[in-house]
């Protein structure tokens, strides 16, 4: 299992404009956010933490992502927030590439390393700190949970990807397969956080065309991605948003497996008015 980790710096002068970064994409339909991107002038920073930046990758914005924000966030030693998330009703994945993090969740301590999981309901009361010597990174997904009359709001659940089992999509004898940390029928969750993995030569061999909003995070390797009427090669450290409805498939280019992390709203009626579903 790789993760690719973002280490920020700039790219140098005699770099090409068209070349890393000028891959970026921004259209109605999806957006694509090259890795090299993320460099020391894009970076955010929060207050509440100390020894910590971010990459904002997704943030609710007319025309872009409605449902979710997606943050890449580094945390230095010693570094770390008492208060893990401010607004209330808002959940969140926390999902470890580099380094160790110290989760404390309702009372219970964990110790995270690079393939771990943290789901942190709206209710939970959270902090985090690198325990480590090394500057640890990790994905911080956000959503504002919505509630549905005679379902509780879903348990802390902290794991890691070793210990969840990849399910191979029917018909691909492995070639793409899906390591879900959430059941998908367990209905008090309406956001999935997976990761998609495929071998190379691994395909979506059709244009998926559905209601889910996604981000995805490449982990590793490179594929060439339908993304709406356009076919665009991205690699590990990109970052893709889809409208929903946004018709995706794809190829993956080798020579070793293409894995990304994955965004979906799920498990809820579509909202006919402001406010209502």
Same mark, same amino acid.
Request: hydrophobic share 35%; aromatic share 12%; with cysteine.
């Given at each position: ?28 339909? %999806? ?13 955010? %920073? @929060? ?11 997704? =943030? ?8 979710? *924000? ?12 008492? +208060?893990?998330? #401010?607004? +209330? ?23 995270? /390393? ?7 309901? !709206?209710?939970?009361?959270?902090? @985090? ?12 997904? =956000? ?10 709001? #879903? ?10 089992? #990849?399910? /191979?999509? #029917? ?5 793409? *397969? ?15 956080? &997976?990761?998609? &993995?495929?071998? !190379? ?14 981000? @995805?995070?490449? @982990? ?7 993304? &709406? ?16 409805? $946004?018709?995706?498939? $794809? %190829?993956?280019?080798?020579?070793? !497996?293409? =894995?990304?992390?994955? %965004?979906?709203?799920? &498990? ?10």
């Amino acid at each position: 299992m790789t993760y690719h980790v973002p280490r920020g710096g700039l790219p140098p002068q005699t770099a090409l404009t068209t070349g890393g970064a000028g891959r970026a994409r921004f259209t109605e339909a %999806y957006a694509v956010i090259p890795a090299r991107t993320q460099s020391d002038i894009t970076a955010s %920073y @929060l207050p509440g933490w100390d020894g910590m930046r971010m990459w904002v990758l997704a =943030r609710p914005l007319t025309g872009f992502a409605e449902t979710f *924000s997606w943050y890449v966030a580094e945390v230095s030693p010693g570094g770390g927030t008492e +208060e893990g998330e #401010p607004t +209330e009703g808002t959940e969140s994945v926390l999902f470890v590439v580099d380094g160790t993090l110290q989760l404390e969740a309702d009372g219970d301590r964990y110790e995270l /390393e690079p393939g771990s999981y943290a789901f942190l309901p !709206p209710l939970a009361d959270w902090s @985090l700190r690198n325990s480590g010597e090394a500057t640890a990174t990790f994905h911080w997904i =956000r959503k504002r949970y919505e509630q549905v009359e005679g379902l509780f709001e #879903p348990d802390v659940l902290v794991t890691h990807e070793r210990d969840v089992t #990849p399910i /191979e999509m #029917p018909g691909t004898d492995g070639a793409w *397969s899906t390591t879900r940390f959430v059941e998908i029928d367990d209905l008090r969750h309406d956001m999935h956080v &997976n990761i998609v &993995n495929f071998q !190379p030569g691994g395909a979506i061999p059709f244009p998926e065309t559905h209601v889910m909003e996604h981000g @995805l995070y490449v @982990l590793e390797g490179k594929a060439v991605y339908l993304l &709406n009427t356009d076919w665009v090669e991205v690699e590990a450290g990109d970052f893709m948003w889809l409208r929903a409805f $946004c018709p995706q498939a $794809c %190829y993956a280019g080798g020579p070793g !497996p293409f =894995r990304y992390l994955l %965004y979906k709203d799920v &498990n809820r009626h579509a909202h006919l008015g402001l406010g209502s579903p």
